[in-house]
């Protein structure tokens, strides 16, 4: 499944989008705020601001020193939340060690959080009704709906329980009729459980393979989410060249996921500019 490809159609329709928006006099504008010099997350900001560019979505980066204190950051996205031109603030995570994190979500107003990561729109999402959801995830149904993988009545296993991929995963899936397994650290017999996986999406990130061919169950559909640099080189969970072999579906890292969790945000800041004005999309 080629991330870049499917990203590519969708920053399409998100540019299209931008130009109708635009003709109701809004330009789409998306804000993000880096605390501290994390090397990972400055490269995700600045493939996230070209992303924007390339659309016509408006962006603009804080970058703030790790010594900010938590009350300096609730501030500036109270300035945020309340600057009729912002329509998107996104908080790049982790955050350095000290800051609360959970208190800095919770500080963004629910329609301008472009990562959906507020309770209310976690919430909202796990009620069955989607409406800001995180990128990742929402990029991973999209990349399952463009190659037709069936969901409905399918078996989904997902190795991850965060907030950010795994907890939104399992309930989008959910939605979609799939009978969903989020695995974890403490999960017994794992490969027992990613060999009845119809669709096997892995998060972990650590330097060895975390999945192998064996288990994986044959002409399955396996998503890797994971991202680990090993020798300067990108590389995800899955033993691509051998698992390829077995599975029906699946995606390569880097051009897999990645591409999608950003094209969904710009989706995102689109959804959020629309229903800051009142506009269906
Ligand atoms: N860190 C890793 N992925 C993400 C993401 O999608 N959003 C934010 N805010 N931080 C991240």
Redo the contacts with the bound molecule.
Sequence with gaps: MDGKLVAGEVKKQVAVHVQQLEKHGTVPFLVTIQVGDDAASAS?LKAKHKAADEVGIRSESHHLPADTSQDKLEALLGQLNTNPKVNGI????PLPPGFNEERVIERIIPYKDV?GLHPINAGKLAAGHEELV???PKGVIKLLNYYKVPVAGSRAVIINRSN?VGRPLANLLLNRDATVTVCHSKTPNLSGMTRTADILVSAVGKEVFQIRAEHVKPNSTVVDVGLTRVDGKLRGDVDFEKVNRVAGYITPVPGGVGPM?IACLLENTILASSIQIGLKV
């Design positions: 995700y996104l908080v790049q995570l990562d995180p990128g990742t950010l969790t």
